[in-house]
């Protein structure tokens, strides 16, 4: 798959087929995110990937937190955080995407770890799985570390399997309205 039609043709996909993907794919998909530009090459992120039981336990325990969270703030403030979870139940891998620099945080670390990301989702598509990058779990991201027992902080979370539907393109703005060029 060349560079271009990988770009244009990810998408985020939300419905995946009921079909395992193989632990060699992932690892492909997972040594594809290895390759990302890191700030001072500090390769700061780390990956939990997680089927099976593994994963069912951990979104029984992000939807109880969702539940808890809504009775305080109410649904208004809960974004896509529902969906989020439910996609992550149906989904056959869900990858758990730390930054291993914490507690110090910087936008460094975060540019880096949002670019392995970025490979992962495209090296995905070119294995013909659906991938989407789930932010919302912040909405309970202390509970899911202490669950994990990781000491990293939790920056996203990424879904994969074969999907089960392919969204069509959603509008892109050109790159008249996005840029300027100086000289």
Known sequence: MEIDEAVRGRRS????????????????????GTWAPSA???QMWRFTVLTGDAKKKLTDLFRSKLETRLKRVGRGRMGSSFMSCVI???APVLIMVWDADHPRIS????QSVAAAIQNMLLKAHSLGLGSLWICDIYFASNALTKHLGKPWKLMAAVTLGWPAEVPTPKPRKSVDEVSEFLS
């Open 13 to 32: 996909v939300r419905k995946y087929l009921d079909k395992p993907v193989p632990t060699e794919t992932v690892r492909e998909i997972l040594e594809a």
């Open 40 to 42: 001072r090459n500090r």
């Open 88 to 90: 992550m139940e149906h």
């Open 107 to 110: 936008k460094p670390s975060l």
